[in-house]
């Protein structure tokens, strides 16, 4: 990921070097790593770039004039950094590495036993990410699309808002009111970049944060991450029954109070954590002194409970 940041984003710590990334000139970032249910890691990250305005500027140059430089050249530079579309196979019948290997297996078209000047080729490099994009990006619907699907009254839907109905032949601007519609050429790919999927070689999804709507749903998104438990509620709950009972099968005359209450304490400290589940990549992770968070900058403290409260002072609301 540093190397990914550096390379790829162009991020430079001390703000001294302004030379574009693949995205533009990041002035900030912030990701944090998380595990998947079957152990792999992956990162879910926030990018700030030079220039970048915030939604409501976005949206107020937007309704004043849609036809505008300013919102050519946005559509422009969107266009160009997002692609969800299967690249097309080069006119050339020209087989590379990935015809033959899975796509993220390889480190691109140079390989043993293939012609290095064939493989350096436009019509090589096109053919390689048509096959990435293929085997990484296109979307199979399965349950886990539909988990949140309750009832018959609702339709069923993909909660990824994927589906071959979706599609936009260009990007546009509604001028009533501000919204930015992207360009949708396959309803069942994910958003990808190609500089940055051709480096990583692994699925991929970028996203644009041009309106409030998605600014919040991106803050609530990260937020989730970083403040997730690896341990879920009923399995916690179980544990510390369990302590309990442990506990209680001690002779409680052997014991002073104080002492007895922090036996408690410990052991349901010992009973959550050998109940937590850990893949293989996160116990390498922590044993190496691996970073789970990659930010630019230092945070402060944020202590949500007495924060809502005040908020619940200074305006009484029936939500809160």
């Known amino acids: 990921l540093r190397s990914f940041l550096s390379a790829l984003l162009g991020y430079d710590p001390t703000q001294d070097d302004t030379t574009d990334g693949v995205l533009g000139v990041v002035r900030a970032h912030y990701g944090c790593i998380e595990a998947q249910g079957r152990g792999s890691l992956h990162c879910h990250m926030m990018i700030w770039l030079e220039g970048g305005l915030n939604p409501n500027e976005i949206k107020r140059r937007i309704m004043e004039n849609p036809v505008s430089d300013f919102c050519t050249r946005l559509v422009q530079y969107l266009d160009d950094a997002i692609s969800n579309s299967v690249p097309p196979l080069p006119e050339s019948d020209i087989t590379v590495p990935s015809d033959v290997k899975h796509p993220c297996l390889l480190r691109g078209t140079t390989m043993q036993g293939f012609d290095r000047t064939a493989m350096e080729s436009d019509s090589a490099i096109q053919k390689d990410l048509h096959n990435l994009v293929l085997k990484c990006q296109v979307h199979t619907h399965t349950g886990t699309c539909y988990k949140y699907s309750h009832g018959d009254s609702q339709p069923i839907e993909c909660r990824f808002g994927l589906d071959?109905?979706?599609f936009e032949p260009v990007s546009f601007f509604n001028p009533e009111n501000g919204e930015l519609t992207l360009r949708c050429l396959d309803g069942l790919v994910n958003n990808f970049?190609?500089?940055i999927i051709h480096a990583i070689r692994c699925n991929m999804d970028i996203k644009f944060i041009g309106s409030g709507a998605s600014a919040k749903a991106v803050l609530y998104y990260i937020t989730n991450y970083i403040t997730k438990s690896q341990l879920k509620a009923h399995v916690a709950y179980a544990a510390l029954e369990r302590a309990v009972r442990r506990l209680d099968e001690q002779n409680v005359d052997?014991?002073?109070l104080m002492v007895?209450?922090?036996?408690?304490?410990?052991k349901c400290a010992y009973m959550m954590i050998s109940q937590q589940e850990l893949?293989?990549?996160q116990v390498c992770?922590?044993?190496l002194g691996l970073e789970d968070h990659f930010t630019s900058h230092?945070?402060?403290?944020?202590?949500?409970?007495?924060?809502e409260r005040f908020i619940d002072l200074q305006v009484p609301s029936p939500e809160c």
Do not use: C, G, I
């Open 298 to 307: 230092d945070f402060r403290n944020l202590y949500w409970v007495p924060m």
């Open 260 to 266: 007895r209450a922090k036996k408690l304490l410990q």
């Open 164 to 166: 071959a109905s979706n």
């Open 254 to 256: 052997d014991d002073p």
């Open 193 to 195: 970049n190609e500089f």
């Open 285 to 287: 992770t922590h044993l």
């Open 279 to 281: 893949s293989a990549q």
